[in-house]
């Protein structure tokens, strides 16, 4: 996070991903952000849950 004029941008690997009004605010969209992608990792981890089944839709006919 980094702060620009009267805002503050956050950033991921040098890249600006969001700029907001407020230093607090900014950072808890990063708490959040970060607490999502591990999240995320628990649930992606075959330790943790095995793969799920895909689901087969049927195509709709085309007339």
Known sequence: MIKVG???????????????????????????????????AVVESPDIAPEAPSIQREKPEVS
């Open 6 to 40: 009267n805002d503050y941008v956050v950033q991921a690997n040098d890249k600006c991903i969001l700029k907001v009004g407020s230093r607090r605010r900014a950072a808890q969209l990063i708490s959040d952000a970060t607490g999502l992608l591990n999240a995320l």
